[in-house]
């Protein structure tokens, strides 16, 4: 420990007395075995030497473990209990969701959004807001509570027992890592904020088109193939709202259409069956176009449905507009006759 002694050349002794019943003293003795140092100067021990000493010596008599384990629990309590209560997704329309929906807004389509990324910098004002909001929230608050006092009892501990250190922003350093990974769950759930405004979009379209796509598959797919695109396509179905005959019909011509061989029944049977989990932009995109409607194909059915859709507007706007007119000339000839009459 850079003390002056040879360690060969040294023993040490330690006794533990104590002044209270909580107080421990630990003295630590040093001799010379055979005596080198004669000058007062020599024989004394530089305070690094001493600082460095210290800490080693407590990091052997302090369990730290206990302390640190609690800390790690606290913090896991936290993320728990936010995903538990579902803080960080828009689901009741409350001040946070609000606060949420504003950030969503503001962030961009694209690039790979973390809370640490440079390209996220002009956001996290908003995003930390929304944090602080979560962390103060009745359901978080007490294990939230709990966790900052038992970071600044470690940065106490850390100062108290071994000094000043490089991170002296102890507190500070770990509160980062909780709002980022708070922060990052927040983000997460954009990408699904992006498909539910993009899926519902879809709706007006598939509900007047959905029967006029004329769905096929390869008939040589594997059973797990099918079974895979019949759980997208019913997924699709449930979505939109569609009636179980619906649903069944949409099936059917799909089923029929692309020449599989084994029962339909058994097959439609075993697709309602299973367990249908959310439905994403990708899973919606591709279940099309292996169902022989690639997403350009799909976006021009789309377009042309529209453009028809404003020309049947506009002729019928046109349409009445000459009604009112011929209304409103016819009202003006009866009126002329009738002055005419009067006079």
Not at 99 to 118: F, G, T, V
Request: include cysteine.
């Amino acid at each position: 420990m850079n003390s002056g002694f040879d360690i060969n050349n040294v023993k040490w002794y330690a006794c533990l007395h104590l002044d209270s019943e909580k107080n421990y003293n630990i003295h630590f003795f040093l001799m010379e075995i055979k005596k080198t140092k004669f000058n007062k100067s020599d024989r004394l021990i530089p305070r690094s030497a001493i600082k460095k000493f210290k800490s080693n010596a407590l990091s052997y008599l302090i369990n730290r473990d206990e302390i640190m384990s609690l800390k790690d629990n606290l913090f896991m309590g936290i993320i728990k209990d936010v995903r538990n209560s579902n803080l960080t997704s828009i689901n009741k329309k409350s001040n946070l969701d609000n606060k949420i929906e504003a950030l969503y807004k503001k962030l961009p389509k694209k690039h790979r959004l973390q809370y640490n990324s440079p390209n996220f910098t002009e956001n996290r004002a908003l995003l930390d807001e929304i944090i602080a909001s979560i962390l103060s929230s009745p359901k978080v608050v007490n294990n939230y509570y709990n966790y900052l006092k038992t970071l600044h009892d470690i940065d106490f501990n850390n100062k108290e027992y071994y000094g000043e250190s490089n991170d002296n922003n102890y507190v500070d350093n770990q509160i980062k890592k909780l709002y980022s990974k708070i922060g990052n769950d927040i983000l997460k759930q954009y990408k699904g904020y992006n498909s539910e405004n993009y899926l519902s979009s879809q709706k007006e379209f598939l509900s007047k088109n959905i029967f006029k796509l004329n769905l096929k598959t390869s008939n040589n797919i594997t059973e797990q193939k099918q079974l895979q695109l019949g759980e997208s396509l019913y997924k699709i179905a449930k979505y939109y709202n569609l009636k179980d005959n619906q649903t069944k019909r949409i099936f059917k011509n799909w089923y029929y259409r692309s020449g599989f061989s084994n029962s339909f029944e058994n097959y439609y049977k075993s697709i309602i069956e299973r367990n249908n989990k959310v439905l994403t932009i990708n899973e919606f995109i591709k279940t099309f176009e292996e169902l022989g409607l690639s997403k350009s194909k799909y976006n021009k059915l789309k377009d042309n449905y529209y453009k028809q859709k404003r020309i049947s507007n506009y002729l019928m706007e046109c349409a009445i507009k000459y009604i009112q007119y011929e209304e409103e000339r016819l009202d003006k000839e009866r009126e002329n006759e009738y002055d005419k009459e009067m006079y």
